[in-house]
């Protein structure tokens, strides 16, 4: 049977499809390989598959691999819709000809201004999905806490939001350019310092991953590999947990500053429930390891991260569709 209602999660790093009574059915990287021709585009594959292609030997010499959202907003329409399209294509059952027209909420960042949201309605149009609610991502993450009052924070790729939610909405809250891509232009820069290595964005946000580490005691070690800055020959270099450590602290110190600011915006008489509540971090980020208790030290707040933290906002958005009431109320 065709369900009608969809969670559609697309940040810069990750999309994340959600279906009503499914769950989450499509988690994949928010890319495109495409080749563009004056005004013709020719579009390859999205997600893995285009990951895939890219690195194959009889790939197209004109293709790129794009990234159709960046800061929180779709920065490239056209590779969005053909993503969007692509992936539509792989999570949803076939539509028979009197199937109902599909019920869509898109989450989307806290900042995101009048004309990125209408160009959000225009790109889900042009895919089939007409009159979308959009969401803003703490919104979204509230369903799934107990409390009244949350206050929430979803570390992205290239954008992070910090809010304290009710129950009429966001009370207050930001969005912030203290992400994953912060900490692996810093690694970048690191290693081409001190190593004379370049290394991709990519790369450096697969050293993060591995080896990356709040914890101080950590020795954890990794190969990377690049290009020699100095003769541009292939050349590789062993990295410890030790040195990604500073560029992981640094940028998260910035955004515990921003989480304490928006906590010191809650007015007087919702604190005490915000406090005993804590944090929720959600977000890809929200895997580092020691990243919640590094929070927790920081502000002296308990910090929650939920089971799969990349995919509590498409879930979280999701549940919405069981209390439509509340949904309506807290936009």
Not at 237 to 243: D, K, L, P, V
Request: hydrophobic share 45%.
């Amino acid at each position: 049977m065709f369900t009608n209602e969809i969670v559609i999660d697309m940040g810069y790093a990750q999309t994340v499809i959600a279906l009503h009574g499914k769950g989450v059915v499509l988690k994949e990287p928010t890319v495109v390989a495409l080749a563009r021709q004056g005004k013709k585009v020719k579009f390859y594959a999205s997600g893995f598959d285009a990951k895939r292609y890219m690195r194959g030997r009889d790939r197209d010499p004109l293709a790129v691999l794009v990234h159709p959202v960046k800061g929180g907003f779709i920065e490239d329409s056209d590779a969005a819709i053909l993503m969007l399209k692509d992936f539509l294509r792989k999570a949803l059952p076939k539509r028979g000809l009197f199937s109902p027209r599909p019920e869509v909420i898109a989450t989307i960042a806290c900042g995101t201004s009048v004309v990125e949201r209408k160009n959000y309605e225009n790109v889900l149009a042009e895919v089939g999905l007409k009159s979308p609610i959009l969401m803003e991502t703490p919104i979204a993450v509230s369903s799934q806490l107990s409390c009244d009052y949350n206050l929430i924070a979803t570390f992205g790729a290239s954008v992070s939001d910090v809010a304290i939610v009710g129950p009429s909405g966001i009370i207050t809250g930001c969005s912030v350019t203290m992400c994953g891509n912060a900490i692996d232009e810093k690694i970048c820069a690191y290693i081409a310092e001190n190593y004379r290595l370049g290394i991709s964005p990519a790369r450096a946000e697969e050293l993060r991953t591995k080896i990356g580490s709040f914890y101080s005691g950590q020795t954890m070690s990794a190969d990377v590999s690049g290009r020699n800055l100095v003769d541009d020959s292939p050349a590789q270099a062993e990295i410890t947990s030790g040195e990604i450590a500073p560029m992981m602290t640094s940028v998260l110190t910035s955004f515990a500053t921003v989480v304490e600011s928006v906590s010191m915006m809650c007015p007087e008489k919702f604190i005490l429930d915000v406090y005993n509540a804590g944090i929720t971090l959600c977000g890809g980020f929200a895997f580092s390891d020691g990243v919640a208790d590094f929070l927790g030290d920081r502000l002296k707040m308990k910090v929650l991260v939920p089971k799969n933290p990349d995919e509590a906002i498409a879930l979280g958005a999701l549940a919405f569709f069981d209390d439509r009431d509340r949904m309506y109320k807290m936009l």
